[in-house]
């Protein structure tokens, strides 16, 4: 079974990236041929400060290796490391339907909220598909708002097959269904295009700061709360803390009895917690920077043999 996933160097990583897409790849690392990369071309859509993307890419590969993801069982690469997905984007490209495109979620949601349209906005999920193509993947571990682009990849390789012949991998997506959507801290999805995110690695200062802000309704403290459940702080708990933890404040919550104040600051202990060991990996590999642009070359070139071989028999069977 081939895993493959990626995430963008768009900004400071934060729990939802974690929750949603890095622990389950991390977890996925034991159970298959796991690739994972930085997608540094998906990041041209919404960065356009070089030297702000090299930064950010540096950052999400320290993050990655600082939470978990072992090179020994994983090949972690830098997109942009294998241009080959590229030149298959390309080729995708030209079996895609327009009318496909036009109805992702994701590009009309972009649109909605005021971001500029442009050519690769509205074709990233060919190059996702490309992404995911290129190493005959089984398996993308995505949240819930990309599952429609595996679909689309999906929809796009059996074209391909059905126009060249079999050549191509149909993959699956896999989302973990109970932490699928991170609410942010305004109740929204959590993401940067929000400003509503809790980054994993953020300056204790600067989280407490915006966690003891997590806007709560009027009630008293000594109020019941039957819908405790809902609660914004309540739900970051349980990813945060062991479950018989969460589910304590959630009791205490409901009965009443239990402040806000009190809540907020206990998330944020049990978050603090919670990555204090990959708080000092991290500090480990900023240290030591040369193995981390090694690890990155090193998967680089495990990718291009990979990603070589299927580019070469989907050319071959297209005609190239």
């Known amino acids: 079974m081939r895993i493959l996933s990626g ?4 900004g400071a990583l934060h729990l939802g990236n974690y929750f949603g897409m890095m622990l389950p790849a991390i977890e996925l690392q034991n159970q298959g041929e796991a690739l994972y990369f930085i997608a540094d071309y998906h990041s041209m859509t919404s960065v356009f400060d070089a030297a702000q993307r090299r930064k950010n890419t540096l ?7 600082a939470c978990g993801l072992d090179p020994k069982k994983a090949i972690f690469w830098r997109q942009s490391d294998v241009p ?9 490209t030209t079996l895609t339907p327009m009318g496909l495109l036009e109805r992702c979620h994701s590009y009309k949601d972009k649109l909605a909220r005021g971001i500029s349209a442009n050519h690769g906005l509205f074709a990233y999920p060919v190059l996702m598909a490309a992404d995911i193509l290129l190493f005959d993947s089984n398996i993308v571990p995505v949240g819930r708002d990309q599952k429609q682009h595996v679909e689309v990849t999906r929809d796009i390789a059996i074209k ?10 149909i993959p699956e997506p896999r989302i973990r269904e109970e932490v699928a959507v991170v609410p942010g801290t305004d109740g ?25 802000g997590i806007v709560m309704d009027s009630r008293t403290p000594a109020e019941p709360k039957p819908d405790a459940d809902k609660n914004l702080a309540v739900q970051l708990l349980k990813l945060v803390a ?3 933890v969460a589910s304590d404040y959630e009791s205490r919550l409901r009965a009443g009895g239990l402040g806000y104040g009190d809540l907020k600051k206990a998330l944020f202990e049990h978050y603090w917690n919670y990555f204090s060991a990959a708080r000092a990996r991290r500090a480990e590999l900023a240290g030591n920077l040369d193995y981390v642009h090694q690890t990155l070359k090193e998967g680089a070139a495990r990718a291009k043999a990979i990603g070589h071989t299927v580019l070469s028999r989907t050319k071959t069977a297209s005609g190239l």
Do not use: H
């Open 242 to 244: 062991a479950p018989e």
């Open 59 to 65: 950052d999400v590969a320290l993050d990655f290796l």
């Open 84 to 92: 080959e997905v590229t030149e298959l984007a390309w080729i995708l």
């Open 7 to 10: 995430i963008q160097p768009s």
């Open 160 to 169: 391909f097959n059905e126009t060249y012949g079999q050549t191509l991998v």
């Open 188 to 212: 929204q999805k959590m993401s940067k295009s929000y400003g509503n995110t809790i980054e994993i690695f953020g300056d204790e200062k600067a989280v407490r700061k915006k966690i003891m």
